[in-house]
C-alpha cells in the first residue's frame, strides 16, 4: 500500500537545527533528534495513506565525539548513536540524524547514502522503527528522508515548519496558488500565496466565527479544508451564520452543508471535507492529524481541551478565538474578542484560563453519556447548560478576520520575524486591542512536561479519555 511521509519540524528544534551552521566555522556540523509517529490511516482529501514525524527533542553532539570535521565531511563515535537508538527503541520515538552542508546543496551525497546505510541497519537492530535524516545547507534550506528497512529509504517530500511562522517545504507541492490572486501576491508575493495553497487547514465549529472563517480561508487561497460541524440551522443562526437562508431554518439543514454549498457555489479550487461529529470524537482524530493548522471555533470547552492538548501532543498550531459579550448594569457594554494561539513557545489555554476544567468534564460527559449527565444533573452534582450568550455577527465576524490575519502573519511575517501573537484581546468597546502577557503555570503538561511534545500518537490518545 502506498504510504506518503510527511514532516512537522517545531520552531524550537528548527532553531536548535539552525544553530549549527554556525558552530563549525564553515566545516559541517551534526546532531541527533527524536521524532514522534502520527499514522493516518487516510488522508481525509486524497484517500492515501500517510505516516507524520512530529519533531520532539533536540540532542546534540558533543565536541568530544567528534572524531573529524571539515566543509564537505563530519564523522563521531556512535556512542551517543548507540544511546540514542536505544532510547527511541524503548519509547516509540524515532531517530534522526541531522547534519549541515554550509557550502553546498540541501541533497544527500553518495557518501551521505553509504554512511546512512550502515547506521540504518544499527538502527534496525537495535529496535527501532526506522531512521530520519536531515541535511540543511547554509541558506537554510532542508531535505529529509526516512530509511525504513536496512537497505531503503523513502524521501519526505513535505516539511511543515511549525511555529509562531508557518512555512513549506515541499518540492512536490502538486497545488498550484489560484489564478485569482494576482491582488494578494501584488502585497505577499509568489511564495507566501504557494504556501496558503499548499496548506491543509481544519476548522473546528461552523457556527457564527466558524462561518466566517471558513470563506475568508477559501478567498485567501486555502485548497484543502475540513470542517467539523454536527448542528443543523434554526432560526436564531440567521443573524450571524454566513451562508444560511430562512428557508434552512425551516428545513433543519445542516451548518456542514449550508458550508458545502458556500464553498460549490463560489467555485474557485477548495475541496472541503466535513465531518458530522465533535471534535475529539472516534473517527475526528484522524482528520485533525492531518491538517497543518486547527481553527478552534468552538464555544464548547471540551472541544477547546482537546484541541489545546492535540497541538502539543502532534505539532499542529491552533488558532483559537472566543468571544465575550454583555451588557453591564449601567446599560454599558462590555465586549471582547481574543485570538489564542497554541505553537511550541506560547502558553496554553489553560494556562490563560480560557478553558473551565469543570465545564470541559461535563460537556464531554454529556457527549459519552447523556443519560448519566442528566441524572448527576437533577442530582445537582453538575451544573448544566446555563443562559444563551449574545451573538453579534459582526463581533463574530471580525473576530474571524483576527484569526485569518494571525495565520497571515504567520505565513508573511506581517507582524514582524515573531509572526504570531500568543493572544490578542479586542475590546470593541474600548476600541483597543491588547496583548496580555501570560505565564505558563508551573507543571502544566501542555506547557511544561517534556514527554507530550511532539509525543503524537499513543494511547490512549492524547493520554486523556475524550
Not at 319 to 342: C, E, H, K, P, Y
Request: aromatic share 6%; hydrophobic share 40%; glycine share 10%.
Amino acid at each position: 500500500m502506498k504510504i506518503d511521509f510527511d514532516l512537522i519540524l517545531q520552531a524550537s528544534h528548527e532553531m536548535q537545527i539552525k544553530s549549527l551552521l554556525g558552530s563549525g566555522d564553515g566545516h559541517e556540523a551534526a546532531a541527533t533528534l527524536f521524532f514522534g509517529v502520527s499514522d493516518i490511516d487516510a488522508d481525509p482529501w486524497s484517500g492515501v495513506r500517510r505516516r507524520r514525524f512530529v519533531s520532539h527533542a533536540f540532542q546534540p553532539i558533543a565536541g568530544s565525539e567528534v572524531v573529524d570535521t571539515s566543509p564537505i565531511h563530519i564523522t563521531w563515535t556512535t556512542d551517543s548513536l548507540m544511546h540514542l537508538f536505544g532510547e527511541a527503541a524503548r519509547e516509540g520515538w524515532i531517530p534522526a540524524i541531522v547534519h549541515t552542508h554550509p557550502g553546498g546543496m540541501a541533497e544527500f551525497s553518495d557518501q551521505d547514502s553509504r554512511n546512512e546505510a550502515e547506521l540504518a541497519r544499527t538502527a534496525h537492530l537495535k529496535g527501532t522503527q526506522g531512521l530520519i535524516s536531515i541535511v540543511i545547507n547554509g541558506d537554510g534550506v532542508m531535505a529529509a528522508r526516512i530509511w525504513i528497512t536496512r537497505d531503503q529509504f523513502e524521501p519526505i517530500n513535505r516539511i511543515l515548519h511549525a511555529g509562531p511562522r508557518i512555512a513549506l517545504t515541499s518540492p512536490e507541492a502538486n497545488i498550484a496558488h489560484p489564478d485569482f490572486f494576482d491582488r494578494q501576491q501584488r502585497l505577499f508575493g509568489d511564495t507566501a500565496n504557494r504556501t496558503i495553497s499548499n496548506l491543509r487547514v481544519g476548522v473546528v465549529g461552523g457556527g457564527g466565527t466558524g462561518s466566517a472563517v471558513l470563506p475568508l480561508l477559501m478567498r485567501h487561497g486555502v485548497q484543502q479544508a475540513i470542517l467539523f460541524e454536527r448542528d443543523e440551522v434554526d432560526l436564531s443562526s440567521l443573524n450571524r451564520l454566513h451562508g444560511s437562508r430562512r428557508k434552512d431554518a425551516e428545513d433543519r439543514t445542516t451548518k456542514a452543508e449550508i458550508h458545502q454549498r458556500t464553498v460549490h457555489d463560489a467555485d474557485i479550487g477548495m475541496k472541503l471535507v466535513t465531518i458530522d461529529a465533535f471534535v475529539g470524537d472516534p473517527g475526528t482524530v484522524d482528520a485533525l492529524k492531518a491538517c497543518d493548522v486547527v481553527f478552534s471555533c468552538t464555544d464548547d470547552h471540551a472541544g477547546r481541551r482537546v484541541l489545546n492538548r492535540f497541538s502539543r501532543f502532534y505539532g499542529i498550531p491552533v488558532i483559537d478565538v472566543g468571544l465575550a459579550m454583555q451588557r453591564r448594569a449601567d446599560n454599558g457594554f462590555d465586549l471582547f474578542a481574543r485570538v489564542s494561539t497554541l505553537v511550541d513557545g506560547h502558553p496554553c489555554l489553560l494556562c490563560g484560563r480560557h478553558i473551565d476544567p469543570r465545564r470541559a468534564h461535563e460537556e464531554a460527559l454529556k457527549r459519552r453519556d447523556p443519560i448519566g449527565f442528566e441524572a448527576l444533573k437533577q442530582e445537582a452534582y453538575v451544573l448544566g447548560e446555563g443562559d444563551l450568550t449574545p451573538a453579534v455577527a459582526a463581533f463574530t465576524t471580525e473576530a474571524a478576520c483576527m484569526a485569518i490575519g494571525e495565520l497571515l502573519a504567520a505565513v508573511t511575517g506581517f507582524h514582524g520575524k515573531s509572526g504570531m501573537h500568543a493572544t490578542r484581546i479586542r475590546r470593541f468597546h474600548a476600541s483597543d486591542d491588547r496583548f496580555p502577557g501570560v505565564t505558563p503555570t508551573s507543571g502544566c503538561p501542555a506547557c511544561y512536561d517534556p514527554n507530550t511534545l511532539g509525543r503524537a500518537d499513543v494511547e490512549p490518545c492524547l493520554n486523556m479519555v475524550l
